[in-house]
């Protein structure tokens, strides 16, 4: 298998350009991913970049931005408001859909599925979404047992806690949701394999990659032809 | 949906364990009442703490406060099992 197409390119956010990566022919059928927030982030990323590179093999081009203060943005987190990172989606999808004359399909994981809403797409596909309470919960929890505040997030602001404490996966067009199966949610397919956002040392797993990129795959054909 | 089986809290607690630590499922299957976790399984440390007690509520049904999280209760596998049954069977 050939090497994916990667590069780098820059989209308006609320404080100042960020970066989006791009995997995959530009020419492609276009995917916009939603990261998950705060430490699972990071627990995520090898993951998400290979579910990206899959889809990038099987003839899509995937998106992935960075929000104001994550990432490489040169917004300080404290700056960094939910609003702005709601805004960043929204814009992040924009240059997306102008640099590809069509609208992405929206893939959004874990604390992503609160935002993925401000995105225009051709559908939306959400990973295990979850209440943003269940996110603020484990950060307050991250000191038990004598780790760092908040993961070591302690300089979000007080706004910005409150509203992801408050913020739930909204109601979206086109939905798709898919979940582990270890979890209970309800969903509209389940799969075997780690929670990786839990694990303190981030890993990765080709096959939970391989199935999100087939089920991915499949259902921007069917938002496509919907 | 909480578990009402003490052999089926332990095989939860087993299979989070595995998933949330990263460690081998047949490593786990080993572990005994007297295996230590917290502080001697390098795994184990306060990062992973707060994602083991989560996975644990949802998969076993159950509300852990914070006041009832401390370096004992997670020191062995025999302790984080007595806990969990304790929540789970009540």
Known sequence: MSVPAQSYAQYQAANGPEWLLRIGDPEAAPILFVPPLFEEMNRTRALLVATMRGLAADGHCCWLPDLSGTGESLTSLPEAKWDDWRHDVTNASKHVAVAHGQAPLIAAIRGGCLLDDAATGSGHWRFAPVPGAS?????????LGGGAEWAGYHDASAVLRQALAAAVPAGVELLRTVRLSTDAGAADAKLEGPALWRRSEPGNSSEVAAALARDIAEWRQTCAAS | MALTDAGEVEATLRAVLADVLGLDPARVARFD???ELFGALPEFDSLAVAGLLTELEERLGILIEDHEVDAEMM??????LTFARAKTLR
């Open chain 1, 135 to 143: 996110l603020a919960r484990d950060l307050d929890r991250a000191s």
């Open chain 2, 33 to 35: 009442e007297s295996t």
């Open chain 2, 75 to 80: 020191a062995s596998f025999g302790s984080l």
